[in-house]
């Protein structure tokens, strides 16, 4: 089964500096299709996940511009320019590719200082 | 605009049975690949199951044999059997559909329902 393994579990970010998540998969989320299939959510508190980013860098509806994807393969980048209090919560990543099963990360918990 | 809408959860003993029912409006559960998944008590997310569109079902491992995922095409709702419930089962079962098909806009099918509550525990 594929893993994702997430970095840093916490993050505790001052208002107005930016925030950086790590996400890294056991096998190459890279489909013949040409798309990788990798997903940001954010959970937060008392909420279901809502998505951020698809395929690795494309915003979802409605996200703002500060949420950023990039990476390929295996290795995988969120990033916050500037982090708001509405951004606290809980984000996972997620593969898509190795179907049927979806898997996420272990999430990554951010919190205003 | 669409909705999902999760219901059934509550306190069942182990051993015991429930079944979650989602409702959807707004989009077809039929036209898409829907799933099932639990988060336990301040942990993160696992999927549970999924139906593709053609109707074939998959389980993780924790469940198989125990839960049946199922929808109603007339009713537009999917749900989860889940037989043989165990301790580590307590959770809240979200209805989502995988993000690999496209609306009319571009952007991923990606909805989720509120969660729904399952609580096992004597």
């Known amino acids: 089964d594929i893993v994702m393994t997430q970095t840093p579990l916490s993050l505790s970010v001052t208002p107005g500096q930016p925030a950086s998540i790590s996400c890294k998969s056991s096998q190459s989320l890279l489909h013949s299709d040409g798309k990788t299939y990798l997903y940001w959510y954010l959970q937060k508190p008392g909420q279901s996940p809502q998505l951020l980013i698809y395929e690795v860098s494309s915003r979802f509806s409605g996200v703002p511009d500060r949420f950023s994807g990039s990476g390929s393969g295996t290795d995988f980048t969120l990033k916050i320019s500037r982090v708001e209090a509405e951004d606290v919560g809980v984000y996972y990543c997620m593969q898509g590719i190795h179907l049927p099963s979806i898997t996420f990360g272990q999430g990554t918990r951010l919190e205003i200082k | 605009e669409v909705q999902l809408v999760e219901s059934g959860g509550g306190l069942v003993q182990p051993g015991g049975s429930l079944r979650l029912s989602c409702a959807a409006s707004g989009f077809t559960v039929s036209s898409n690949y829907m799933s099932w998944v639990r988060q336990a008590p301040g942990k993160g997310l696992e999927w549970v199951s999924v139906?593709?569109?053609?109707?074939?079902?998959y389980y993780a491992d924790s469940v198989k044999g125990r839960f049946t995922i199922s929808r109603d095409n007339s009713k537009n709702t999917l749900y989860l059997q889940m037989n043989s419930l165990r301790a580590e089962d307590t959770a809240v079962y979200y209805c989502t559909s995988y993000p690999r098909f496209y609306d009319s806009s571009g952007y991923p099918r990606d909805y989720w329902g509120q969660g729904t509550l399952v609580t096992v525990s004597s």
């Open positions: 139906i593709y569109s053609g109707g074939s079902t």
